[in-house]
């Protein structure tokens, strides 16, 4: 299965290994990983699951929809590889994946 | 594991104007029997704060309940029974999921923030308008503020809003589960879907008439390319007026309350925008709203207790956030309180039915609580108030204030 990594903004990494389909944020919601709340529960309405991609996975990952980038507009933030993790789906490909976790979602 | 309904349960007066009036000094003794349910007249109550927050995003264990209401109220096979009934939220998922996503567009952050500057011109001319009375019903100036945005977005002529406001006060009462006003809520309700039906029929003769970037625009345009039946176009903009009327107006009414007994933030709100943010966020932990009614759609086994499926359970979203387990000295109402990620207030709900306004209705308390003091200045109260029932949109009822006016 894909291994997904989340790094806490204290450097704190975690290693999640996901299912192909399930989503980044739920690979962090189900193994009690801090920092990705997820209030809607992964609707693209909240934005309160926000990551940032490690730069050398933005190209697999893709953009962000308009939808998604509207929703992510809860705060300003102009630091790059910002992605809702409910948007994210986990494939094969994204084996290895890096995401951050930002210091708050607010 | 103990079912439900073998547990003796602390039983809550949800019904009564007394526990409306201060419904933490019953949920005290009521924890004092059980942590976390009590029963109701109208169902059972989930108030501990991180039940809810365990139990309410759950969405594949439980489902909204509006049909329990409507059977509760004896409104079946009528109007606003089958509105209530099938309104977007009690939709099957996948015409839930259309209609949400058709319409989530309107209600994102970025969208919100586009709308600021109507809503800052909204807050202005009934600033204008009421602010030279010196002595008003904060209530009563504050239920023009959120339904004339919804207006604005819907694209629905403002000039509407004084003959039907009545109407949107009897509905919001509706889900107080009390079967007495039913006459009263099928003709508001009678009168709002005339209102909406014609709105949408002049709409449809005049499509020059309005903005083509609004939601009646878009609404219709959506249901004219076969997604959305007419009656559910229908629905769904009483339900976006119904929804945007009272939550936001007694959210508004209640930080006032707050505001007048701390003189000093009232002050600061008027000075600085982005500290009203914070003002309102630790507002709606404080109070809010809502009580979210949701039945279990299979058996659910919660803290040792199994909660059987189709039981009505209640959500007392409004006095969660002031549980002194999950808040450290709840009573105090201050703004610059750390918020922890996983005890944040739950004012909006969670999990896919929470709140598609949230976004608008943070815009437009934070542009009005800029505004408003800087236009009423030294408010303070002067009558006596009450409180809306319990059970569904709770809040004050009337906040009678003299001030100063400034003019603009």
Request: contains cysteine; hydrophobic residues 40%; charged residues 25%.
């Amino acid at each position: 299965m894909p291994k997904i990594k989340y790094i806490e903004p204290n450097g704190v990494e975690h290693v999640v290994e996901l299912q192909p389909g399930q989503s980044v944020m739920q690979g962090a919601v189900w193994n009690g990983i801090p920092g990705i709340v997820a209030e809607c529960g992964g609707s693209c309405a909240c934005g309160t699951c926000r990551v940032y991609v490690d730069e050398s996975w933005r190209e697999k990952t893709g953009q962000a929809s308009d939808m998604e980038d509207a929703t992510m507009e809860i705060r300003e933030d102009s630091r790059p590889g910002k992605r809702l993790s409910c948007q994210l789906t986990v494939t094969a490909e994204l084996d290895g994946l890096v995401v951050r976790i930002p210091e708050s979602q607010w | 594991m103990q079912t439900l309904t073998d547990l003796d349960l602390p039983h809550l007066p949800v019904e009564t104007p007394a526990f409306a009036e201060n419904p933490l000094r019953y949920l005290a003794e009521a924890r004092a029997k059980h942590p976390w349910i009590a029963s109701s007249s109208i169902g059972y109550l989930v108030h501990d704060y991180g039940a809810i927050r365990e139990l309410l995003g759950q969405d594949d264990k439980l489902r909204p309940a509006y049909d329990g209401i409507v059977e509760q109220l004896g409104a079946h096979g009528t109007p606003w029974g089958r509105f209530t009934e099938e309104q977007m939220i009690s939709l099957p998922v996948e015409q839930h999921r259309l209609l949400r996503d058709t319409f989530a567009a309107k209600f994102t952050p970025r969208y919100a923030n586009q709308m600021r500057p109507m809503m800052q011109g909204t807050i202005r001319r009934l600033l204008d308008e009421w602010a030279p009375k010196g002595r008003f019903d904060f209530e009563e100036f504050a239920s023009y503020f959120p339904i004339s945005n919804m207006f604005t977005l819907v694209g629905a002529p403002r000039e509407e809003i004084p003959s039907i406001r009545a109407s949107f006060e009897t509905l919001g009462l509706a889900f107080s589960m009390d079967k007495r006003r039913m006459p009263a809520i099928h003709e508001a309700f009678g009168r709002v879907e005339a209102l909406v039906q014609r709105l949408i029929a002049e709409r449809r003769a005049h499509p020059e008439s309005g903005n083509r970037d609004d939601l009646l625009h878009l609404l219709i345009q959506t249901s004219d390319e076969g997604g959305i039946a007419e009656r559910q176009l229908a629905d769904l903009l009483i339900f976006l007026f119904v929804a945007g009327y009272d939550t936001s107006k007694n959210v508004l009414t209640h930080t006032m309350y707050l505001l007048l007994q701390r003189p000093e933030i009232y002050e600061r709100c008027g000075q600085d925008h982005a500290y009203c943010g914070k003002v309102l966020e630790e507002a709606i932990r404080y109070y809010n709203p809502g009580q979210v009614p949701r039945f279990t759609s299979r058996d659910v086994a919660f803290r040792d207790v199994l909660i059987p499926r189709d039981t009505m359970l209640w959500f007392t979203l409004s006095i969660s956030g002031r549980d002194p387990i999950a808040f450290p000295d709840p009573e105090r109402f201050d703004p610059d309180r750390q918020i922890e990620p996983t005890r944040r207030h739950i004012a909006f709900s969670l999990g896919k039915h929470m709140c598609l306004g949230q976004f608008i209705a943070r815009a437009q308390l934070q542009e009005a609580l800029h505004q408003i003091p800087q236009r009423l200045r030294n408010p303070r109260l002067v009558g006596k108030f009450g409180w809306r029932p319990f059970p569904g949109i709770w809040g004050l009822h009337g906040l009678p204030i003299e001030f100063e006016p400034v003019e603009a």
